[in-house]
């Protein structure tokens, strides 16, 4: 299992940085045709302008005004950019199954904020799943916000964050099992359930698991960066 998800989470690593490599350089020549920004233009106020880019992001205003939707998203979109260091964790344990990130790996308040975020993203593709499937264009007689929009994309999406979101609470999971923890705490306040239940398998079943959902994540990860 070990070697397996070695060589293919590796293999889509290398094509995943390759492409995307190339996909940044092709942004790069394609923003270079076009021409100088007149003066002042869109380069006046750089801090007011910072300051509105980062509200804008952080807060949702906009995308917020839609109630569940905006809350479920906004916590998609905080995962996906606050928990790509599981990637490197789950990296690691590739290797060496118990291993965890230098400095922050031990640290609660890091662990409790990776199942916070974690366990919100699960919860929140899914809400979007669900509403997304009760607003089908498809259906007689509704007028849908998804009119128009592609379904197979949209599927490959919901699939990707919820794989990725799902690997990560099983993997902080077997990282409380591997690591003997035997009771509740702070930094397993989600996934303490799964801990133990994990715990009561063999040493080389948990490491097998790791070698899986670290190898599952990783490959569903990079797909998606070789898709998009």
Known sequence: MQLVAIIVSL?????GFALFGRALLQIFNFIRL???VPENLRT?????????LVREFVAHTRMNRWGVI???HWFVAVGFYTLLQTLVNATGQLFQPDWVLPVVGDWAPYNIFVEFIGTMTVAGILALIVIRQLSRPNKPGR????????????YFVETVILVV??????????????HHVDHYEASLFVS????????GMSQSTLENLVYFFAGLKIATSFIWMITV
């Open 11 to 15: 293999t889509l690593m290398v094509v």
């Open 34 to 36: 076009g021409q100088p």
């Open 44 to 52: 006046n106020n750089p801090y007011h302008r910072t300051v509105t």
């Open 70 to 72: 905006g809350v479920a």
């Open 143 to 154: 007028k849908s916000r998804f009119a128009g929009s592609n379904t197979g994309q949209a």
């Open 165 to 178: 979101g799902t690997c990560i609470m099983v993997l902080h999971a077997l990282e409380g099992a591997l």
């Open 192 to 199: 303490y359930p799964l801990v133990a239940w994990f715990r």
